[in-house]
């Protein structure tokens, strides 16, 4: 069996007070192994990106508790959450989160700043990283002359650049059009099984679970299971359809 990078056992979310008390994830089992990629699908309103913050160490859980690549956020203050996120987690989202002042290799490189690597070697990983994702030409561009599908694939470069033991992915093919959204889940599925990546994609776009290995579903905050898996996660066979 693959190695375990994230587990996360019994987690539980509760949003606001009283009348407007919602739970939005309720009691959930989960785990992300190296070399797989994984959707978490469900509806708008499901859990679904309140569970991937909470995975990603951006967001406590209510109860219950996550381990990262071993270690355990239960007891972990902002600062040691910090350095887990640093160390072990690149994250891609829907927006982008580009600045726009900044070309795409220095946008790329920003995940190396934070971990506090600098100058020439930091500058040649980031040109490398965007070579990775088919963008080394566009290197010193500003994001205002990228495309929307070039902007997701800097972002992807800047996840990739540290080299973190999980990818988690928040819609990252909602504002692109097929051909964009192809190449973006090719670019994750590679990161899974050549660079041995866990990479979770949250979406509810049916388009891209040709891509995936496995499948867990939500709904309400729960887990949603049926007759082919009892804990909510599916395997995908490798001959579906080609999807987009």
Known sequence: MKDAVIEAHEIRKTLGRGAGEVHAVRGI??????G???LLMGPSGSG????????????APTSGHVTVCGISTSDADKEQLARIRRQ????VFQSYNLFPTLTAAQNVQLALDIRGEHGRQAANEARDALKLVGLEK?????????????????AIGRA????????????PTAALDSDNGRTIM?????????????????????RVVPFADCIIKIEDGLLVRDEASTSGRLRVPKEAASGF
């Open 29 to 34: 089992d989960l785990t992300l192994r190296c």
């Open 36 to 38: 797989e990629l994984t």
């Open 48 to 59: 679904k990106t309140t569970l991937l913050l909470i995975l990603g160490c951006m967001l």
């Open 88 to 91: 072990h987690i690149g994250f």
């Open 138 to 154: 566009k290197a010193d561009t500003l994001p205002a002359e990228l495309s929307g599908g070039e902007q997701q694939r800097v």
């Open 160 to 171: 990739f650049v540290a080299s973190p033991s999980v990818i988690l992915a928040d819609e």
């Open 186 to 206: 090719r670019i994750l599925a590679d990161a899974a099984h050549e660079r041995q990546c866990a990479v979770l994609v949250v979406t509810h776009d049916p």
